[in-house]
């Protein structure tokens, strides 16, 4: 059975970072794409990064170039989202999902496979 849980968000100040991470079961990454997505109260929900299977092409949103990382440890068939410099606008229910493709996108229909969400506030 596909399934993707986040974990590892919290509160954190202004300026700060957090590290979320996205664990895959029921699957490889070497065939599944994997998107980080967020949500803000009374938002839409918005791409954030994601990382394409097989060469791990990376895609961000322009936003967030050069404050978000994503990366993957197929070892542990897990993705993580470093985020560094974290702003109160960052805070969101950060969601990571997947579907079987070469490229990932931001797109989030496309995605068929939705984690529960992990809250990051971002406060002082």
């Known amino acids: 059975q596909v399934q993707v849980v986040e974990s590892g968000g919290g509160l954190v100040q202004p300026g700060g970072s957090l590290r979320l991470s996205c664990a895959a079961f029921g699957f490889s990454l070497d065939y599944y794409v994997i998107g980080w997505f967020r949500q803000a109260p009374g938002k839409e929900r918005e791409g954030v990064s994601c990382i394409s299977s097989g060469d791990g092409t990376v895609y961000y949103s322009d936003s967030l170039k050069g404050r978000f990382t994503i990366s993957r440890d197929d070892a542990k068939n897990t993705v993580y989202l470093e985020m560094n410099d974290l702003k109160p606008e960052d805070t969101a229910v950060y969601y990571c999902?997947?579907?079987?493709?070469?490229?990932?996108?931001?797109?989030?229909?496309?995605?068929?496979?939705w984690g529960q969400g992990t809250q990051v506030t971002v406060s002082s």
């Open positions: 999902a997947t579907f079987r493709s070469v490229y990932c996108t931001d797109y989030g229909p496309s995605y068929e496979y």
